[in-house]
C-alpha cells in the first residue's frame, strides 16, 4: 500500500475542492512532511492554476501508478467521444482482481456508470470494460494511453493495461503532475473525482444495483468544511 501513497502528494492538489485553494503552501514543506511523519520516498506539489512547481523530492523515480492510471484510461475513453447513455456489457476478461464493481458477466451497464464505478470506487472491472466501450481492442486502448501520456510530456511513463493493477505499469511524480493537470481540466472528470457517493443500477437486470463511496477519504474532509463554512 505504501507504494500507492507515495504518488498521493503528485495529484493532491487537484484532487481537493475548491476551498482548499486557500491554503497556502508552508515556507518549509520537507520540514512539514518530517514533522508529520511523511516517509514517501517521491512527491510533487503543483500549483493547479499556473503550473509552477511548488516542492518536489525525486521527481523523476519511477513507480507502478496502481489506480492513477484510471486518469489516463477515462481521458482516453473520453477522446473517443461515447455517448454517456451508450450501454456495455461486462465480459469475463473485465475481471483483473482488486477492487471491482460486484457484478457478473453478461449484466449491462450506461458508460457514464461505468466512468463513474472507475473513478469513484476505482473498480477494475469497471476501467476495462470503458476501455471496451471505446470499441478499441485492448492492445490499441494501451496505445493511445501511452500516445496520450507522450503528448501531455508523460515521457517516462508507459501503461499496459487500463485499470492499473499490472506492476509493470511505470510513471513518476513529475510525469503524472502533467497527467493529472490536464485531466482535472475536464469538467467531467473533475466531477467524478470529487463525488463521494455515487448510485447506479444495470440497464438489464434491475438485481444489480450499486452504491459506490469514493475511495478518496479526503473528500469527507472537504464536505466537513464546506457545511462549516
Known amino acids: 500500500m505504501m507504494r500507492n501513497k507515495v504518488l498521493l502528494l503528485a495529484v493532491l492538489i487537484f484532487a481537493l475542492p475548491n476551498f482548499c485553494y486557500a491554503l497556502q503552501m508552508p515556507s518549509d514543506f520537507n520540514e512539514l512532511a518530517q ?3 511523511l516517509r514517501a520516498r517521491s512527491y510533487l506539489v503543483m ?10 523530492k525525486e521527481p523523476d523515480l519511477l ?3 496502481a489506480s492513477l492510471a484510471k486518469l489516463v484510461t477515462v481521458m482516453v475513453a473520453l477522446d473517443a467521444k461515447p455517448k454517456l447513455t ?8 473485465d ?3 482488486g477492487a471491482r464493481l460486484a457484478t457478473k458477466s453478461g449484466v449491462a451497464y450506461r458508460v457514464k456508470d461505468l466512468l463513474y464505478a472507475t473513478l469513484v470506487a476505482s473498480a477494475n472491472n469497471a476501467a476495462n470494460a470503458l476501455a471496451r466501450s471505446t470499441g478499441f481492442s485492448q492492445a490499441e486502448f494501451v496505445e493511445k494511453m501511452n500516445q496520450k501520456a507522450k503528448a501531455l510530456g508523460a515521457k517516462n511513463t508507459i501503461f499496459f493495461e487500463p485499470s492499473g493493477i499490472s506492476e509493470k505499469n511505470r510513471t513518476t511524480v513529475s510525469d503524472f503532475s ?4 490536464a485531466a482535472f481540466e475536464n469538467p467531467l472528470i473533475a466531477a467524478a473525482a470529487a463525488t463521494s457517493a455515487y448510485s447506479f443500477r444495470a440497464t438489464n437486470n434491475k438485481k444489480y444495483f450499486h452504491k459506490l463511496k469514493n475511495t478518496n477519504k479526503l473528500l469527507g474532509d472537504a464536505e466537513l468544511a464546506n457545511m462549516k463554512g
Do not use: H, N, R
Open 63 to 65: 513507480w507502478p501508478p
Open 47 to 56: 500549483d493547479k492554476t499556473t503550473g509552477q512547481i511548488l516542492v518536489s
Open 86 to 93: 451508450k450501454t456495455v456489457a461486462m465480459k469475463k476478461a
Open 35 to 37: 514533522s508529520l511523519g
Open 178 to 181: 502533467k497527467i493529472a493537470k
Open 95 to 97: 475481471e483483473v482482481g
